[in-house]
């Protein structure tokens, strides 16, 4: 078999942090390297597909947390681009709750039972904080007890609240750094198109395309044997490829999976912390219809279903802002719900919808004439939709998901402490990572090359004492020259030229 040739790193997994990685990596003079991505394109968890006339976004749609005291490098990217946004205003969600009956709650109720339910879920918070039981601690102060939500409006308002606003821990980074506006991409050329943009920049590129060859798709990497001088990666068509260093930006759900194996194994501080971090469902449903029978105009972007079963079709959005004339409705389910209906199949899904949107808008509206169900669970190079960080934590899972193994580094949304769960938190992560890399080859270039200092008066030794006696084996100092990166032949010509002259 042919030896696999060695690049100086591997990117495995071409999402936008494995893109801004490679970008960092090459802005700094890293430029063989290699990107294997299992799928036909990059982007990732960024897609965007041709749907009822219009493009939508599967993945993330939203630009979160723009407007505040820093600027949202993502945002930055987006008018550098000139991609096309529309704000959202979520906030609105709340006053259109409708019941099983297509009636609107009065909106002083819902707002009021909105207010108990922050409350609530702010207590429980503190009393989480305050009172962190379990792992043996058994003394847990008894305060007030946080209302647990009963009636289908309670059960809606509690689902927005936790599966969508407050997933993460409080204060939200995101929009403390960055402010608390979130704009909705609907752009043609979709969300990834700041990745092409990125690649732009270091990959060969022409007319939209990449042509590098250096960014390899449909490659699924299987294996990665790691030691003290490499990475060797496997992939499922038997192909391998050597690097001395290999960045692993595929998802946690991905790392939770048995899709790649490490030989020898991860240490289990690593895998428990991988463990540890939950990973979020979340499927946006797209329905399209021959024509609008749903509310338009301010305030009316979002609508909530109140069901008694929580999370059963709940938020709800149409896409009038984004494209006037699509006639599109998105339907946003999460965890277990979206589970349950990536495993069905869809015309059951647009059934249970159609009901939904009966129960809404009354017995006379029109079928669905198309549905899309992504399946971001189901697909083996993502199981799932993004990393969910135990509400209350020190911070140990994600220095231990975060740590490099040797010469594996890992990077993702899921590495990000600060934005994890984010395109930003993705981004970001891939730029620390790529300089963490450069930083260490640097380290590791001085120490070799002060090694090689010593090695090379080691070698030239008896060439200058013109003795012609080699004091090392040829195979030692062949060992020696390859760890200096001095070509062989360059030295053993030399070697011969200077026994010539001795003879
Ligand atoms: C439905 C949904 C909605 C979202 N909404 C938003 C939003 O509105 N705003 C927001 O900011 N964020 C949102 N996100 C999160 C955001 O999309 C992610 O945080 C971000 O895109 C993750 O980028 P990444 O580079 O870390 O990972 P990925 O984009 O997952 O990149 C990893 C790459 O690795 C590849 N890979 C996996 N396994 C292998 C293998 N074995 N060999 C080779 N390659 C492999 C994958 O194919 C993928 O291309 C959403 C995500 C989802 C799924």
Known sequence: MESPSRSSVIIIGAGVSGISTAKVLAEN??????????????????????????????????????????????????????????????????????????KIYPSGIAADSYKKAVESAIRKLRNEEANPCGGGNNVCKVTEPPSMPNTPMELAIDFVLHDFEMAEVEPISTYLDFGEREFLVADERGYEYLLYKMAEDFLFTS??????????????????????????????????????????????????????????????????????CDVMVYTKIFLKFPYKFWPCGPGKEFFLYAHER?????????????????????????????????????????????GVL???????????????????FTNRFQCGSYSNYPLISNGQEFHGIQAPIGRIF?????????????????????????????????KESTERNSSCSENQAFLLEPLLALTGSLTLTQTETVQALHKCDIPTQLYLSSKIGIQEAIL
């Not at 930055?76 to 709750?97: Q, V």
């Open 29 to 102: 003079g890293v430029e063989d390297l290699v990107i294997l991505e299992a799928s036909d394109r990059i982007g990732g968890r960024i897609r965007k597909e041709d749907f009822g006339g219009v493009p939508v976004e599967l993945g993330a749609g939203w630009i979160a947390g723009v407007g505040g005291k820093e600027s949202n490098p993502v945002w930055e990217l987006a008018d550098k681009s000139g991609l096309r946004t529309c704000f959202s205003d979520y906030s609105n969600a709340r006053y259109n709750i409708y019941d099983k009956s297509g």
């Open 410 to 442: 890992f990077t993702g949304e899921h590495t990000s402490e600060r934005f994890s769960g984010y395109v930003h938190g993705a981004y970001l992560a891939g730029i620390d990572t790529g300089k963490a890399l450069v930083e260490e080859m640097g």
């Open 310 to 354: 929580r999370g059963y079709y709940t938020f709800w959005q149409h896409m009038e802002n984004a494209y006037p004339g699509s006639n599109i409705l998105v339907v946003t389910l999460t965890n277990g719900e979206s589970k349950r209906v990536e495993a069905q199949p869809d015309s059951d899904t647009l059934k249970e919808a159609m």
């Open 207 to 276: 007319e939209g395309k990449i042509l590098d060859s250096r960014l390899k798709l449909n490659k699924v990497v299987r294996e990665l044997q790691h030691s003290r001088n490499g990475v060797t990666v496997i992939t499922e068509d038997g192909s391998v490829y050597e690097a001395n260093y290999v960045i692993l930006s595929v998802s946690i759900g991905v790392l939770k999976s048995q899709l790649i194996s490490f030989n020898p194994p991860l240490p289990r501080w690593k895998t428990e912390a991988i463990e540890r």
């Open 358 to 376: 009966r129960d809404m808008f009354g017995p006379n509206i029109p079928d669905a004439t198309d549905i899309l169900v992504p399946r971001w």
